[in-house]
């Protein structure tokens, strides 16, 4: 909640059913939350957004992220004033576990990290990556199995910058961390100083996908959609040293056999697959391997 008192609302209408579809492209749009309402013969989810930015740019995020989706559509938008929200979205945010290590937290809740956690301290902003979506949830997943000390890591369309700090946190000896956005670079900056990487360790760069990054790495990875990921794939054997590895995540079970017809065109091969819900990720390899299908 910002200082202003207020937040805005954008209204999302969608058939009877997809609740879950909803949801997802509310958080995807940088919601703070969200709620469901029941109408006949369909749904409409109400989402709450920071007014920190203007409605302008909500709406925006918003049509971006449903233009996939025909079945869904803005009827409403607003602003809705402080009702003592300021404090109560922070019960939105509690401590997630994400896979066998990391522990996802806000950072008023440090001090309460579980025994045995690696802790990811991510500031609820406007950038995707909160770590409560299930496409980010399966990229951290996926790094978990693929991420090596001294490992040299890309992360593309970072967000909030969740999986650079992760793959710091697992011994990466560096992150190039590129966004087409330059306005989130400080939310950027702010995770990396909130979960004290060093300066110098994340390298962050504003940019279209791969485009202007050279040299090799041995990891790169992305949580963003269908079209920008299949269009990056033929340029990743450019980057990946000849042992290096991919990760793959934003996307849906839908798309699944679709984007694994495109994995040869990098030379990739799958290692792993996750299922979250609707969501789907998957790691590969330019060496060949077994599938590995996780939950």
Known sequence: MSEE???????????????????????????????????????????????????????????????????????????????????????AFPPLGVGGRFVVMAPWH?????????????YPGSAFGTGYHESTQIALELLEHTVKPGMKVIDVGTGSGILAVASIRMGASGVIATDNDPAIIPEIRENLRLNGIPEGAVDIRTGD???????????????????????MIPEIPVLLTEEG???????????????????????????????????????????????????
């Open 209 to 231: 996908l791969l485009e202007g990054i050279h040299g090799k790495a041995d990891l790169v990875c992305a949580n963003i959609v269908f079209d920008p990921l299949v269009s």
């Open 5 to 91: 008192g207020f937040w805005w609302y954008i209204t999302l209408e969608g058939q009877d059913g997809n609740e879950e579809d909803l949801s997802a492209l509310a958080d995807l749009s940088g919601s703070i939350g969200s709620e469901i309402m029941e109408l006949p013969g369909g749904i409409a989810l109400k989402a709450y957004f920071r007014s920190t930015r203007d409605l302008g740019f909500w709406i925006g995020r918003v049509q971006d992220v449903i233009t996939p989706w025909p079945g869904v559509r803005i009827v409403d938008m607003g602003r809705i004033e402080n009702r003592q929200w300021h404090t109560a979205w922070k019960d």
């Open 110 to 122: 440090k001090g309460k990290e579980p025994e045995g956690r690696t802790p990811l301290y991510i």
């Open 245 to 295: 590895l991919a990760v793959f995540s934003g996307l849906t079970l839908k798309e699944r056999d679709r984007f694994l017809e495109m994995l040869p065109l990098g030379g990739l091969t799958p290692t792993r697959e996750i299922r979250k819900g609707d969501w789907w990720g998957v790691a590969s390899s330019r060496k060949a391997g077994v599938v590995d299908s996780g939950e």
